[in-house]
C-alpha cells in the first residue's frame, strides 16, 4: 500500500508546525497562514514507503518516525552487494532529500574506497558517490503523518514574502534546507564518526537566533557550546597580548577568511619511529645533543638538573591594549568554538555577528551524553581533538612549535595526552623524578624554586610554551615546582613517547640548545633552528654578507648528497658553486685564500671530485662567519630581540648548572 493524503486544516498544520525549529522565527499570523499553505498532510503506515520522494523533497515528521534509507551501488553495481545508509527521524524533524544525500556522499566516500580494496584489490577517491546513489527511500517505522512541502506553492509564499518584509526568509530556507549532521561532519573531531551517529548527535543540537553586533561569545570567558553557521556572519577579535600576534618585531596579522579555526593540510601522518629501549633512547638524545653543539657538554653531565622547560619560561609578556585585532570572518557553512565541546577552555576571541545570524548550537553536556552512547570512539575522537590543539598551537605562533610541520604534530598528537589543572594544582614539585614533557594549551603556570630556604616564584608559563624536557633528557630530578596560577590545560608527552618525537629530528632538538645556550650558542646550532637562522639571515643582507652563507650551505648540500649523484650531476652542481661563488670575477665571491680557491677551481677542471672537494674551502667561510658576522650580529638589537622571543633561560633566576 502506499501513502495517503489527508485534508487537515491550518491551524492543525501550524500546530505541528510550533514542533520543529522553524518555530523559533518571528511569524507574523497571516504569514504564518500563507506558509502552511504550502503543505500538504500525507499519512503513511507502519512499514509503508512513502511513494512520493522526489530529489528536492521536503518534509516535517508531523506524528510518528521514519527511517531514510540510501541505496549505494558498489563498483560492479550488483544487486547483492548494495549498501544501505539508515537515520530515524521523529516528531518535529524536518527532512531535506538534498542534505541527506549530501551528508550519505560525504560519510562514505573514504568507507567505500576501503571496502572495495578489500573485496575487488581496486582502491579510487569517490568523488561523486553524491551521483552514485540510486534512490533515497522513505519507510515509516509506525503510522506516522508527514506534511509534505509543495515547492511551486513555496515559491510564491517566499516572493511574497520579501516583497512585504517582516520575516527573515533566508534563515527560514537555512532551517528548511540545512542538515545538522551535515555540519556536524565539518568539526575536524568528528570526521571519523559515522553518519549514523551524527544524526544522533544532531538531535541533541539546538537552534540559536542573534541580531547583528551581538557578542557570542567573549574572550576569556569559559567556553560551553560550539557554534555553527546556518545562516549570516560573525568576525572574530582578539586582543594583541593574549594570542601573542603582534610584538615590536612581528607585524599584527592581516584580517582573513577561513574555515572556522581548521588548518588544512594534506600531510600524511608520519609512522612512528622505531622503538628503543629507555636508556638507548637517552643516550641517543645526549649524543645529538652533544653533536649539535660543544658548549651542551657543558650544560648537560651527570649529576646536572636543566629542566629547560622549567620555565621556558620568563616568557611572554601579556600586553595590556584596549585595541583588538581582526583575525577572520565566518560565514554560512562554518563554525567556532568547536574545542569547547569536549573541553573545558577559556574562549581564545571574541565573537561578534555582523549581520542576523543562526546558529546552530552542541552543548558540552550534550557531547559528553553522547560519547558515552558511542564509547568505543571516544580515543579516535580524542585523538582528533589532540591533532587539532597542536595545529592550534602553531597556528597561534607557538614558539617551539613554529618550526614543527603538522605532519611532525600529529605525530606527537598520537603519543600525548590532555591534562586539566585547577588553580593551585600542582604539575610536579622540585626533585620529583621527571615522567612527562608539557606543552601548555591554556592558561598559566608559575615556576617555583626553594631559594635560601624560602618558596619563591621564579618565572611563569602561558599558551605556547613548553616545559619539562631536559630532566627527561638527563634522567635527573626536576629543578623546581610548577604550580597552575589559574585552569589550565596542558598536552604532556610521556618519557618514553618523548625520545619517539624528538630522536633524529636536529631541527626540534636546536630548539632546546638555543634556548639553554643563549648567547653562547654556536653558530652551526643557530643555522639549524628556523628562526635563528631567519634573524641571522636579515643581518647578513643589511651587512652584505649574505654571499657567505649562500655558499656555505650550497656546500654542505653537495657534500650530503654526492653519494646519490650521477659523475655528470655533481661535476654540475661543482661547476656551478665555482662560477657563482670562487672564479674571480664571479658575481658571489666568497673570500677564500687563493690557494684554497686555486686548488678547487683545477680539481673542477680536471673533474677530480670528492664529497670534501670543497671542505676547507667550507670551513674558512664558516670560519669567517663566526669570527665577525656572527659576531657583529650577537651584538645587535635584532639578536637581542631574538633572545627574548626565545625566551632563553639565560633570563630567568635559576641556576642551572648547580
Known amino acids: 500500500m502506499g501513502a495517503g493524503h489527508a485534508k487537515v486544516s491550518n491551524n492543525n498544520i501550524i500546530e505541528y508546525l510550533q514542533k520543529c525549529p522553524i518555530s523559533i522565527l518571528d511569524w507574523q499570523p497571516e504569514m504564518i497562514q500563507e506558509y502552511t499553505s504550502c503543505f500538504k498532510m500525507v499519512k503513511v503506515k507502519a512499514g509503508e514507503e512513502v511513494k512520493t520522494v522526489e530529489k528536492n523533497t521536503f518534509f516535517v515528521v508531523a506524528k510518528g518516525g521514519i527511517e531514510v534509507i540510501a541505496i549505494l551501488p558498489t563498483i560492479q553495481k550488483k544487486t547483492d552487494n548494495i549498501r544501505e545508509f539508515l537515520c530515524k527521524k521523529k516528531q518535529g524533524d524536518m527532512v531535506y532529500i538534498p542534505s541527506v544525500k549530501h551528508l550519505i556522499s560525504e560519510s ?108 557570542i561569545c567573549k574572550e576569556g570567558e569559559m567556553g560551553d557550546k560550539v ?18 600576534i603582534t610584538t615590536q618585531e612581528e607585524p599584527a596579522r592581516k584580517p582573513q577568511n577561513r574555515r572556522g579555526s581548521v588548518m588544512k593540510q594534506e600531510n600524511k601522518l608520519s609512522s612512528a619511529d622505531p622503538f628503543m629501549p629507555n636508556s638507548k633512547k637517552r643516550d641517543s638524545l645526549l649524543h645529538q645533543l652533544h653533536k649539535m653543539g660543544n658548549s651542551m657538554g657543558k650544560l648537560i653531565k651527570p649529576g646536572d638538573e636543566t629542566d629547560a622547560a622549567l620555565a621556558a619560561i620568563a616568557n611572554a609578556q601579556k600586553k595590556d591594549s584596549n585595541n583588538t585585532i581582526e583575525l577572520a570572518t565566518l560565514n554560512d557553512g562554518e563554525y567556532f568554538g568547536e574545542m569547547a565541546a569536549f573541553i573545558e577552555l577559556p574562549r581564545a576571541a571574541t565573537v561578534t555577528t555582523t549581520s542576523s545570524c543562526l546558529f546552530a548550537t552542541l552543548s558540552k553536556s550534550d557531547f559528553r551524553s553522547f560519547m558515552k552512547v558511542v564509547p568505543n570512539m571516544q580515543n579516535s575522537i580524542e ?70 630556604g624560602t618558596f619563591q616564584v621564579v618565572g611563569h608559563l602561558y599558551p605556547g610554551d613548553y616545559f619539562g624536557e631536559l630532566a627527561l633528557i638527563n634522567d635527573n630530578p626536576r629543578l623546581a615546582t610548577i604550580t597552575a596560577a589559574e585552569p589550565t590545560i596542558v598536552l604532556c608527552i610521556s618519557k618514553d613517547h618523548f625520545h619517539d618525537c624528538f630522536e633524529n629530528k636536529p631541527d626540534l632538538l636546536s630548539e632546546f640548545i638555543v634556548r639553554m645556550n643563549g648567547r653562547k650558542v654556536e653558530l652551526r646550532v643557530l643555522l639549524d633552528h628556523k628562526r635563528s637562522r ?125
Not at 546513489?133 to 514574502?161: C, G, H, P, R
Not at 582528533?384 to 607557538?398: A, D, P
Open 227 to 244: 557554534y555553527m553557521i546556518l545562516s549570516g556572519n560573525v568576525k572574530v577579535t582578539a586582543s594583541p597580548g593574549t594570542l601573542g
Open 108 to 215: 562514505n566516500k573514504r568507507e567505500m574506497s576501503s571496502r572495495e580494496q578489500k573485496m575487488y584489490g581496486v582502491k579510487r577517491e569517490h568523488k561523486n558517490i553524491l551521483d552514485m546513489i540510486d534512490s533515497v527511500n522513505i519507510i515509516a517505522n509506525q503510522d506516522s503523518s508527514l506534511l509534505m512541502l509543495n515547492w511551486d506553492k513555496y515559491k510564491t509564499f517566499e516572493a511574497s514574502a520579501k516583497e512585504k518584509g517582516g520575516l527573515d526568509v533566508a534563515m527560514l530556507n537555512a532551517l528548511m534546507q540545512t542538515n545538522i549532521a551535515d555540519y556536524l561532519a565539518r568539526l575536524p573531531f568528528l570526521k571519523i564518526v559515522p553518519a549514523g551517529k551524527l544524526e544522533i548527535l544532531s538531535s541533541m543540537c539546538q537552534y540559536e537566533l542573534a541580531n547583528q553586533d551581538k557578542i
Open 383 to 452: 585523538f582528533m581533538v589532540k591533532q587539532h590543539m597542536l595545529q592550534n598551537l602553531i597556528q597561534l605562533k607557538s614558539p617551539f612549535l613554529e618550526s614543527v610541520s603538522i605532519a611532525k604534530a600529529h605525530g606527537m598528537a598520537s603519543k600525548s595526552n590532555i591534562e586539566s589543572y585547577k588553580k593551585g594544582d600542582i604539575i610536579f614539585k622540585e626533585g620529583d623524578t621527571a615522567q612527562k614533557f608539557y606543552f601548555v594549551y591554556s592558561g598559566s603556570l608559575d615556576v617555583e624554586k626553594t631559594k635560601e
Open 534 to 658: 631567519e634573524a641571522f639571515v636579515e643581518h647578513l643582507q643589511h651587512e652584505h654578507g649574505s654571499e657567505n652563507l649562500k655558499f656555505y650551505e650550497l656546500v654542505k648540500h653537495f657534500e650530503k648528497n654526492f653519494v646519490y649523484m650521477s659523475d655528470d650531476e655533481a661535476l654540475s652542481s661543482a661547476e656551478k658553486i665555482v662560477d657563482d661563488f670562487i672564479k674571480p670575477d664571479a658575481e658571489d665571491c666568497v673570500n677564500l685564500p687563493s690557494k684554497i680557491a686555486e686548488v678547487i677551481i683545477e680539481a673542477v677542471k680536471v673533474h677530480d671530485l670528492h664529497d670534501d672537494t670543497f671542505s676547507k674551502a667550507k670551513e674558512e667561510i664558516y670560519n669567517l662567519m663566526n669570527r665577525d658576522l656572527y659576531q657583529r650580529f650577537k651584538n645587535s638589537e635584532a639578536f637581542d630581540n631574538l633572545m627574548k622571543r626565545l625566551h632563553t633561560y639565560e633570563d630567568i633566576d635559576v641556576d642551572f648548572t648547580a
